[in-house]
């Protein structure tokens, strides 16, 4: 990954790095890695800046002129796969 930086996350043994082309999630604990696309991981760090799913979604619809229930449902998809796997934002 070329320019890496960080996004919060919670969690023991949790672990993040992200670039321009997605962000990969390193979970000690579990012996795991989680992979996010792009889009995914700017949904991530969306949340993790405290903005709100409203927000977000307004965010990327506008970002890459996709309809908000597309987005909506994308979100959720993502925010229950990780609740599953327990990572959580940690907000800034």
Known sequence: MTSSSQLNV?????????????????DLEHDRLLKLNPVGAEMWNLIS????ES????????????????VATDLHALLGRFSELGVTPNPK
């Open 10 to 26: 919670s969690g023991p043994g949790l672990h993040v790095e992200a670039s321009k082309d997605g962000a990969v999630f390193l």
């Open 49 to 52: 800046t405290g903005n709100t």
């Open 55 to 70: 927000q977000i979604i307004d965010s990327i619809a506008q970002n890459y002129s996709v309809d908000k229930q597309t």
